[in-house]
């Protein structure tokens, strides 16, 4: 999965790239719908893609602020003034 997150991400800056030679040199309009479409699949599809692949076996508990969390917190600050 990280191999075609990587050759996905190369192909995005790729055509984000033609796009800014196309709207220099030959068509403004191509250029732009070429810089537009990589945008919009880099937004679509490759965003969604890498967040999978880095929160796949992660739980989100870890990350949010319960009572549970809040606590821990507050010991583990406590633990560190006495130090």
Same mark, same amino acid.
């Given at each position: 999965?990280?191999?075609? &997150? $990587? %050759?996905?991400?190369? !192909? %995005? ?9 196309? @709207? %220099?040199? /030959? ?7 070429? %810089?537009? &479409? ?5 937004? *679509?599809?490759?965003?969604?893609? *890498? &967040?999978?692949? @880095?929160? $796949?076996? $992660? @739980?989100? /508990?870890?990350?949010? !602020?319960?009572?549970?969390?809040? =606590? =821990?917190? =507050? /010991? /583990?600050? @406590?633990? =560190?003034?006495?130090?």
């Amino acid at each position: 999965m990280m191999n075609f &997150l $990587k %050759i996905l991400t190369v !192909l %995005i800056i790729l055509a984000i790239g033609t796009g800014f030679y196309y @709207r %220099i040199n /030959e068509d403004v309009v191509l250029g732009d719908r070429i %810089i537009g &479409l990589a945008v919009l699949a880099s937004a *679509f599809i490759l965003m969604p893609i *890498f &967040l999978y692949v @880095r929160w $796949k076996g $992660k @739980r989100l /508990e870890d990350y949010t !602020l319960s009572d549970k969390n809040i =606590k =821990k917190m =507050k /010991e /583990e600050g @406590r633990d =560190k003034r006495f130090d």
